[in-house]
């Protein structure tokens, strides 16, 4: 097919993305700083193609699972690498077993902060029934106070 034939390359700008991605154009350009983007320009304005649209996309899936930016500006400058994508699919996969490895522990943390939290309500609670039960309602509102936030912040994030 002749070039005059194909089709334009799909272009992107910053605030297609941002909207797409809900997130900031400061975020891009600090992305762009880092060496993670590099948009073409046209003046003053910024224009991403598709293989910065996709890099993006990588970079928020890797900082979402706590990769650090070094790390994955490391695993994104391996896919350079011409060998179908071998040493950048390894590379990925040790991080990504470290950071399982590294969340795991994390889980262990809070179930184990959150079992010592409960004993200490259970503790708080049977206290107050016996000197002031008139605080307990109290403490049962602010619970359910609580856990209304925290169900808001879980339908948020969804």
């Known amino acids: 097919m002749s070039l005059e034939l194909r089709r334009p390359e799909r272009t992107f700008t910053i605030r297609q993305l941002c909207v797409e991605f809900k997130v900031t154009p400061r975020a891009l350009r600090f992305y762009e700083d880092k060496g993670l983007l590099s948009p073409a ?23 979402r699972v706590g990769l650090s930016l070094s790390e994955i500006r490391e ?3 391996l896919y350079k690498i011409d060998d179908g994508g071998a040493t950048q699919m390894a590379k990925s996969l040790k991080k990504f ?7 795991e522990a994390q ?5 184990h902060a959150i ?5 200490a309500c259970t503790h708080f609670e049977n206290q107050l029934s016996q000197v002031r ?3 307990l309602p109290q403490a049962a509102d602010y619970d359910s106070v609580l856990r209304a936030r925290l169900d808001g912040v879980h339908e948020m994030a969804k």
């Open 97 to 103: 077993r470290e950071r399982i490895v590294a969340f």
């Open 41 to 63: 320009r046209e003046g003053l304005n910024r224009v991403y193609n598709h293989r910065d649209r996709a890099r993006l996309i990588l970079i928020l899936r890797g900082k």
């Open 133 to 135: 039960p008139d605080l």
């Open 107 to 111: 889980r262990e943390d809070v179930e």
């Open 75 to 77: 695993i994104l400058d």
């Open 115 to 119: 079992d010592l939290l409960r004993g």
